[in-house]
């Protein structure tokens, strides 16, 4: 497993270095709209723990952890409105996988009938 660095885009907007428009923040995630959108509505939902990805997250991640941070996703896609027509989550998970920045975070697609 690659170490978690610190220097990271999102590690960066949790410690405040990077501003964001934060539409969701509580003890265990916030959420944010993605600079380059892929659908009318695209968010992003990061926890506020040092995890890499999913696999990381779901190895060390308390049992608390996971369920505040799945219950916030859940929470951000009812605030966006979209859990009526339809939504799509996804989670990339390393290099092959198409993971940018190494720090676990579920985009939120919607707005649109999506691509299968």
Wanted: charged share 25%; net charge neutral.
């Amino acid at each position: 497993m690659t170490a978690y660095d610190k220097n990271n885009v999102f590690a960066k907007i949790l410690r405040g270095e990077i501003p964001t428009n934060k539409i969701y923040d509580d003890d265990f995630a916030i959420a944010f709209p993605d600079l380059h959108p892929k659908a009318p509505v695209h968010v992003l939902v990061i926890p506020k723990g040092e995890y890499v990805n999913f696999t990381d997250f779901q190895t060390r991640a308390s049992d608390a952890e996971i369920t505040g941070f799945f219950k916030a996703v859940r929470a951000v896609a009812e605030q966006l409105g979209v859990t009526e027509d339809g939504y799509r989550l996804v989670v990339n998970v390393g290099k092959n996988g198409g993971q940018e920045v190494p720090h676990l975070h579920v985009h939120i697609l919607a707005g649109k009938k999506l691509p299968v």
